[in-house]
DNA sequence: TGTACATCAGTGAACGCGCGTTCACTGATGTAC
DNA sequence: TGTACATCAGTGAACGCGCGTTCACTGATGTAC
């Protein structure tokens, strides 16, 4: 049964979204074809018309689930805050493409990796604007690195079967990039905006 | 044929390792039994004689891999120099199995993740001891960071398509740690003796 | 020490199953008049 | 605006394939005498 165009627009982003969901929770090979499109409410005969490839749908899947990252904040300690959130660690389907994929993206095609390398590019460049440093160079430095931090405490929050553990390496990470915000990035800022800023979500 | 008993020991090994690197190399699901046997010497058949299934090897052999790391340093700046330098991003089946494996054992069973969260623990203690700090608690703050950087920094070089952006990535955070270590750490060393720790591999 | 035989590690064919992918068919859409 | 029909998105059975696992068999090991 042939279906509308804007119908058909409607499908393709429920594929996407589908996708990018159960591949952030189980990974790119655990996840089927099949399991996708039932998920996004067809029949998985239907795939072939929107991808030429399940190595197509993982490219795109993960290009669409990188761009939406819900996390947002304008300073280093907001944005870790909310990224080293208890919630965020459970919440690996509509989480940060990046801590939940790019461990399995290293072993992907071309097509996926340079899609994971741009984004971390941006995300690089999007961290520069927030990080301390006075210079340039010292700033993207400092991106590098506190993103390098954000994921891999991620990823080791999520890795540990231990609740307290699991709790101890976001707190302890929320609270060393915190610090860092402090310390290095707003010596001018009064004492009383900076705690105001530290703590909001 | 049956086989001597030193031999089934050897046999048992030999799996094990097999499992170990081809597991880090392209991941738990990826692998087969029969790859893995065929990489032992063996035939697929033989397997069950030694494992009572797939998911029971992935928790030995993620296990011997974990506890089988060859970085090793009596300073945080030598051990980041060589867990963040090039020839171990580029080898990744012989190399550190947390960064390799930790977000593959999050979807595993929870024999596999419990061995994950052991060795976690582990080496959050064993950073400690080398870690800047006054207080022990201080110290292990700053090993779980550590630690948290050091992972994150080593899977995002690794899925950088990149060669510049990846390599900026582990000398940036070489950088960072080492200054850590410097200006924390050491505060009362020498001059001299402290630059001489942190060059050495 | 030498011999006879029970044990059992390793082999490879075979099992059921689910995967990615294909395809003939269906029937609503959207165009031509 | 209404009607006729070509288009093509979606369906579900079917494909070949390779997976984890099983099992009857083989023949070297290692024990009993």
New binding site residues.
Partial sequence: ????????A???RMILDAAGRLFRERGF?A?????I?QAA?????????????????IAQALAEALANSSIRADDLAGYAASYLSPGHRDDRACGCATAALAADTIRQKDSARSVMTQALEQQIERLSRIAPGRTAAQKRNAAVVNWSTMVGALILARASDDPVLSDEILADTRAWLAAQSEVQGKVRAPRKAREKTAGAR
């Fill in positions: 049964m042939k279906v509308s165009r804007e119908q058909v409607e499908n393709r090979e996840v089927t074809v099949a399991e499109m409410g067809l029949t998985h005969g239907g795939f072939y018309g929107y991808f030429t490839s399940k190595d197509d749908l």
